[in-house]
């Protein structure tokens, strides 16, 4: 008789989001499909009264609120952040819409496992508003970036981009929207890939999903 193995489990994740909660839905859809195996056990927010609450709510996601208050000690609130995610005890910390620049307090204790998402081919239009960054820049291809996160803004090491045109008539909004539909097939990916420390082994280029515009056919990630 061989001896009973245990069982597997899907490392820990957690969420730090502020808005609308449509990145946390794309993650929370690809791990029922298989797609993302990690256990997401908490979210972090600094706007308790955010969409993504409620969402969290649903998807049975333990919320951690810290609100900064206009004028409130922003030392306290980064050492606030950080003992919430050092009591999520997690392997993998995943930034979905979370819309505060982090401190050194949680930066230097988490950045190694800490992942963002952002609109835009970084290191092109980091910060705000970087789809219509680049329609005022008059580029011809944007997309979207999956990074570690690190003391700069947008500025941490890159791994994985998918590129994305700009086509006539695009606004911002227009603009951000295909973005978004490219972050939902990316980020899933690079968060298993990193959650399972494959980044470094994976092969270079992956197939989107059908329904993705021919263009958007390649994502690159580092290998
Ligand atoms: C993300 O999809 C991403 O494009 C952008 O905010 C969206 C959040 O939407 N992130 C950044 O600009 C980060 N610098 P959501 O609140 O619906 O998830």
């Known amino acids: 008789m061989t001896a009973p193995t245990a ?125 219509a960054q680049a329609l005022a820049a008059g580029v011809t291809l944007s997309g979207c970036t999956v990074h570690r996160v690190d003391s700069g803004v947008d500025s941490g090491p890159i791994l994985g981009q998918v590129a994305v045109p700009i086509v006539e008539g695009d606004d911002a909004a227009r603009l951000h929207a295909r973005i978004q539909a490219a972050e939902r097939v990316l980020y899933p990916r690079v968060v298993h890939a990193f959650a399972h420390g494959q980044l470094g082994a994976e092969s270079a280029a992956l197939t989107l999903d059908s329904g993705v515009p021919a263009l958007l056919a390649t994502v690159s990630m580092r290998t």
Do not use: Q, Y
Not at 91 to 107: K, N, T
Not at 120 to 130: E, T, V
């Open 7 to 131: 069982a597997r489990r899907s490392p820990r994740a957690a969420l730090l989001a502020s808005g609308v909660g449509s990145t946390v839905r794309a993650l929370a859809d690809a791990v029922v499909a298989g797609r993302c195996d990690v256990h997401f056990v908490g979210l972090v927010t600094d706007r308790p009264e955010a969409p993504v609450v409620a969402l969290a709510d649903e998807l049975g996601i333990e919320v951690v609120a810290l609100p900064l208050k206009k004028g409130g000690d922003r030392a306290a609130w980064d050492r606030a952040v950080a003992d919430a995610l050092d009591r999520l005890d997690c392997d993998v910390f995943v930034l979905a819409g979370f819309m505060r620049i982090l401190g050194p307090a949680v930066v230097e204790r988490f950045g190694g496992r800490m992942l963002n998402v952002h609109p835009s081919l970084l290191p092109a239009f980091p910060g705000k508003d970087a789809p």
